[in-house]
């Protein structure tokens, strides 16, 4: 085994894989790229090498070299799919935990990738590869629609659009291919028959250096949104054992087709009625986010088994005759905004409190303190449920959504827990357009309660100050995380929806406070049970007509984050802003921080609507902003290149009728 080893990443994969290396004696090292104010893998480790990018091959080599590290495992992302990185470890003397560069290559081209599946034996789907509009138009007439535009370097949802109509191929290419470039270097695209409704099934694989090449079963990864993954499980609730023998075998003829060494996943789409018909996706020639649902059922730690491959071990028979144990879960926690359709959210995490309970595994790369921007993967941490069955998993994953606290930062915790709750996801009836199916998140009918609680924790902190024994509280003007309005009592939820609240005259008694309350018009009786001082913030227990529950809140210079069961709401001090219309006196904001990376109008141009104007990437994931209305564009406030902050005005449009604009 090695005596030192180089972690080439950041965040949860690099505090996971850590873990790992300590428990088998070895040393762990990685890298820092200059001015990221990650803290926790750096924290995780032994040592920490500054570098200039997490993507610059020479000074991730270097890096080793100079910390003594025998070994590079690369985690995922970054450059875990780049042969360029196995290639220089040869050269350097650096054994690369991982596949050989000519598999990750032969994998990483999508279209090669398919050529070898189908060697394989395994089934393909109808494609084509570097794609022009006009190709598009013949294949959708050959195959009909939707057809999916994917990147042929890389995975993860990037570069990849769904084309509906004939009329969107020009743009969806377009888009894809900048995107992919950015993310993988590579704007090369292939499309496929896009197979709706769908699972997306995956077969985890072991392979040694000796011939030897297993499978670890299924992974039903159907849950996702932007094709990107939010819950996994293993195995797959429609996944019976023939069909499971049968992806197995599939799965592993494809490694051995390609000389595969290490760990990697082989990923299908199956029809949704009928999985047995399924097609080949892609390979992923690295650890997969979600490899922690295959760990806890087969109890298998499978970065040690990369371990061991990578210093010549042959597998043993722990794992070629690995029996699967019990169910498993896994959540994805983000910081994204389910409520503007999961856009990326960015922030200072004020508090951060993950579950700990029997049968709970958590994989967090981040410490409260530290801030989420815009240049890396959003994902703060992985909560996972191990049990006897499924439906005790299902229920042990959503007990502990419900105590996980995420404060500072948007996040999609509250959302996971009410997709949990969903009766396809409890009956396992699911596929991947379900999310895109489901009502648009909102910010629940405890928003009103949490404006109570943050202005009771408001007169704790002034009471404190003044250490008066009997306060009367009039409400304050407070707006919860969107559009302020100038009218007194009012919460804005966000820019359309509002909660009116009012709280009376607080009576103290002892260290609690009783007061009468009223909610959207609807009154209440609210008393403060309990008072807890945080490290950040504070808890508190409220009983609104009776009903006591736990609620923590803290405060980020004037905005108050409020967080209970899971759900959290951000609440700001409402600015003495001018009072706009519904689409706010035509001003079109950034719906997500990031940077300008192409304008498509401009100023005085007269649009339609759903017309595109400009394009903002943030977390290497584009996002096209339309017009809201027909109109002429009359200031346009960005360029390309331009850093924008989320709700920052873009730009600024006056309404034309329909006709003018044909005109």
């Known amino acids: 085994m090695f005596e030192r080893v180089l972690i080439a990443n950041r965040g949860e994969i690099v505090v996971r894989i850590a873990r790992t290396l300590r428990r088998l004696g070895c040393s762990a090292a990685t890298v820092r790229a200059r001015g990221d104010g990650a803290l926790a893998h750096v924290r995780a480790c032994d040592m920490a090498i500054e570098i200039d990018s997490y993507l610059d091959v020479d000074a991730v080599v270097e890096a080793a070299l100079r910390c003594g590290a025998q070994a590079i495992h690369p985690g995922y992302g970054f450059l875990s799919e780049r042969a360029e990185l196995a290639r220089a470890c ?207 059922v087969y109890g298998i730690d499978l970065v040690e088994w990369q371990l061991r491959i990578a210093a010549g071990e042959p597998l043993g028979d722990e794992v070629i005759s690995a029996a699967a144990g019990g169910h498993a879960l896994e959540a994805r926690i983000y910081a994204e905004d389910p409520v503007r359709g999961f856009l990326p959210a960015t922030g200072r995490l004020i508090a951060l409190r993950l579950p700990r309970r029997r049968g709970i595994r958590v994989d967090v790369g981040v410490c409260a303190g530290e801030t989420i921007s815009s240049r890396y993967d959003p994902l703060i941490a992985k909560v996972v449920a191990h049990d006897d069955t499924r439906e005790h998993a299902l229920s042990r994953l959503r007990g502990a959504l419900s105590e996980t606290v995420v404060l500072g930062v948007r996040n999609n915790v509250g959302f996971l827990c009410d997709l949990l709750d969903d009766e396809q996801v409890r009956a396992g009836t699911v596929d991947t357009g379900l999310i895109e199916r ?43 995380a ?77 905005r108050w984050w409020i967080a209970h069961e899971g759900h959290a709401w951000a609440l700001a001090p409402r600015a003495r802003e001018r009072e706009v219309g519904g689409d706010r006196a035509g001003e079109i904001r950034a719906p997500m921080p990031g940077s300008v990376v192409a304008v498509h109008a401009a100023e005085g141009a007269q649009v339609a609507r759903g017309e595109v104007l400009m394009v903002i990437e943030s977390m290497k994931m584009e996002l096209q902003i339309t017009a809201p209305y027909d109109g002429a564009l009359a200031a346009l406030h960005v360029a390309p290149g331009d850093q924008v902050a989320l709700d920052a005005v873009l730009a600024s449009m006056a309404r034309v009728a329909v006709a003018e604009v044909a005109a």
């Not at 009502?439 to 007169?459: D, F, M, S």
Request: net charge negative; proline share 5%.
């Open 90 to 296: 040869a050269a350097a003397g650096i054994t690369w935990i991982g596949p050989p560069p000519e598999a990750i290559e032969l994998m990483g081209d999508k279209a090669a990738a398919r050529g070898a599946a189908a060697r394989a034996g395994v089934p393909v789907l109808a494609g084509l590869e570097q794609p022009t509009p006009e190709d598009v138009a013949a294949f959708a007439k050959e195959h009909g629609l939707p057809l999916l535009v994917k990147a042929a370097a890389g995975g993860g949802g990037k570069g990849m659009r769904l084309v509906t109509s004939l009329e969107q191929a020009g743009p969806a290419l377009e888009s894809a291919a900048r995107e992919a470039l950015a993310a993988f270097g590579d704007g090369t695209l292939l499309i496929e028959r896009y197979v709706t409704p769908a699972r997306h099934l995956e077969v985890q694989v072991l392979a040694d250096a000796h011939g030897t090449v297993a499978h670890l079963g299924e992974r039903e990864c159907s849950l996702q949104r932007r094709h990107q993954k939010v819950v996994e499980e293993a195995p797959s609730p429609a996944v019976d054992a023939q069909l499971r023998a049968l992806l197995g075998r599939e799965a592993t003829a494809l490694a051995a087709v390609c000389g595969y060494v290490g760990a990697g996943t082989v990923e299908f789409v199956a029809h949704f009625d009928d999985p047995a018909e399924h097609y080949f996706l892609e390979m992923n020639t690295r650890l997969q986010v979600e490899h922690a649902v295959t760990e806890a």
């Open 438 to 480: 489901a009502p648009g998140a909102a910010h629940g009918t405890g928003a009103g309660r949490a404006a109570i609680v943050a202005l009771l924790a408001e007169r704790l902190e002034a009471r404190g100050e003044s250490a008066s024994r009997e306060t009367f509280v009039a409400l304050g003007a407070f707006r919860l």
């Open 482 to 558: 969107g559009i302020a309005t100038s009218l007194p009592r009012r919460y804005a939820l966000d820019a359309e929806v509002t909660v009116d609240v009012a709280l009376g005259a607080l009576a103290w008694a002892g260290a609690g406070a009783r007061a009468a309350a009223t909610i959207a018009g609807e009154p209440v009786e609210a008393e403060l049970l309990e008072d807890e001082a945080l490290a950040a913030g504070r808890r508190l227990v409220v009983a609104f007509d009776g009903e006591a529950g736990a609620w923590e809140v803290a405060r980020d210079g004037e």
